[in-house]
């Protein structure tokens, strides 16, 4: 039997984790664009990263995620200024610095870790 790579299992752990907030970030199927504030459907939402460079610490973790439409997310790179502006203002200065900080440590995450990873979010969107 192959054995899975780390890649293949990333993968698999960001399409549910993506599934699952998106989901969660919509109601009766539209989500609001936390850059541009227009209202969107399901299928143009996307879970936008106000850090960039998708590090293991960052990569699927909710606290550097908020749902953004895909022209902010990938047209506007992630529409980054207005993105800083308001997480600082909703996570205060403290946090929004402290998770600067530490965005760019190295995180070892298996195999394993990724498939839990997925194994969660598809729970969690069974729960929706």
């Not at 599934?19 to 879970?47: H, M």
């Not at 980054?80 to 600067?100: D, N, P």
Request: glycine share 4%; proline share 2%.
């Amino acid at each position: 039997m192959k054995r899975l790579t780390l890649s293949k299992a990333k993968k698999k752990a960001w399409k549910a984790f993506s599934l699952w907030y998106r989901k969660k970030s919509c109601k009766n199927g539209y989500a609001v664009c936390y850059t541009c504030d227009k209202t969107v459907p399901f299928e143009n939402i996307q879970p936008g990263h106000w850090m960039t460079g998708h590090t293991n610490t960052n990569y699927i973790n909710v606290e550097y995620i908020r749902p953004q439409c895909k022209y902010c997310n990938l047209i506007l790179k992630g529409n980054q200024g207005i993105f800083w502006e308001r997480i600082e203002e909703e996570i205060g200065t403290e946090k929004f610095m402290y998770l600067r900080l530490i965005s760019k440590d190295f995180k070892d995450i298996s195999v394993e870790d990724y498939l839990e990873l997925e194994k969660i979010y598809k729970r969690k969107l069974e729960e929706l």
